[in-house]
């Protein structure tokens, strides 16, 4: 590294070990004669954050989205939202809390570098037609991908927010026989197996967590 080269640092924010070791190794590829690219554990050392969308999904608490906003907070302009082709709801959800710029989990070394120095130099900024965008991709993805019926997707939906199947079926005045057949039906569509999965599929496909409850009685 020569005295003419600059550094920047990036932190990768996601809980997947292949995910962290495979942008930072990318990163580490680009290094040219003009800038270097550091890799960092911190985010508060890093010039820039890509965090991934995915965080979003895990276990389901509120507390994820918190720590996406307090990482915008520290960094405006330079959080990226690693995003997943079959998971629009969660980088829409990302960019709504203020994640400045999507960028794929396919994505090559040259275009991770162009927007990790874009968000660097002040180039990003939030657009809300990407929230729409990827809203749009969601509509798309949960109307003809799995086609869920509406009783599915009440089924799904009240799973992903954490009710019980007595509560469940209370609601769509069924017994809890039928019920249980329903979820049998929906995660043969979804392709799962157990409930932990079911609430995994759901939340990556938009669906509300355990903090939706509140909001929906």
């Given at each position: 590294?020569?005295?003419d080269?600059t550094?920047c640092a990036?932190?990768v924010?996601?809980g997947?070990?292949?995910?962290?070791?495979?942008?930072?190794a990318l990163l580490?590829e680009?290094t040219?004669?003009?800038?270097?690219y550091?890799?960092t554990?911190?985010?508060?050392?890093a010039?820039v954050?890509?965090?991934?969308?995915?965080?979003?999904?895990i276990?389901?608490?509120?507390?994820?989205?918190?720590e996406?906003?307090?990482?915008?907070?520290?960094?405006p302009?330079r959080v990226l939202?690693?995003s997943?082709?079959?998971q629009?709801g969660?980088t829409?959800?990302a960019?709504?809390i203020?994640?400045?710029?999507?960028i794929s989990?396919?994505?090559?070394g040259?275009?991770?570098v162009?927007?990790?120095?874009a968000a660097?130099?002040g180039?990003?900024?939030?657009?809300?037609?990407?929230?729409?965008?990827?809203d749009?991709?969601?509509?798309?993805?949960?109307?003809?991908?799995?086609?869920?019926?509406?009783?599915?997707k009440?089924?799904?939906s009240?799973?992903?927010a954490?009710?019980s199947n007595?509560e469940?079926?209370?609601?769509?005045?069924?017994?809890?026989?039928?019920?249980?057949?329903?979820?049998r039906?929906v995660?043969?569509?979804i392709?799962?197996?157990?409930?932990?999965?079911?609430?995994?599929w759901?939340?990556?496909?938009?669906?509300?967590?355990p903090?939706?409850r509140g909001?929906?009685?």
């Open positions: 590294m020569t005295s080269t550094t990036v932190c924010v996601s997947q070990p292949i995910i962290v070791a495979g942008i930072h580490a680009a040219d004669a003009g800038c270097a550091l890799s554990a911190h985010p508060a050392d010039d954050v890509i965090y991934d969308v995915f965080n979003l999904a276990a389901a608490h509120p507390a994820n989205e918190e996406l906003r307090e990482l915008v907070a520290g960094h302009g939202a690693l997943r082709l079959l629009p969660l829409a959800r960019l709504a203020g994640a400045a710029a999507p989990v396919s994505a090559d040259t275009e991770l162009a927007l990790v120095e660097v130099n180039d990003l900024a939030s657009d809300p037609q990407l929230v729409t965008s990827y749009a991709d969601l509509s798309t993805l949960l109307d003809s991908d799995v086609e869920l019926t509406p009783r599915q009440t089924v799904i009240r799973i992903a954490g009710y007595e469940i079926a209370a609601e769509l005045y069924i017994s809890p026989n039928t019920l249980k057949s329903a979820i039906g995660y043969s569509r392709g799962v197996t157990s409930r932990a999965s079911a609430v995994a759901a939340l990556s496909h938009g669906y509300q967590g903090q939706a909001r929906s009685r």
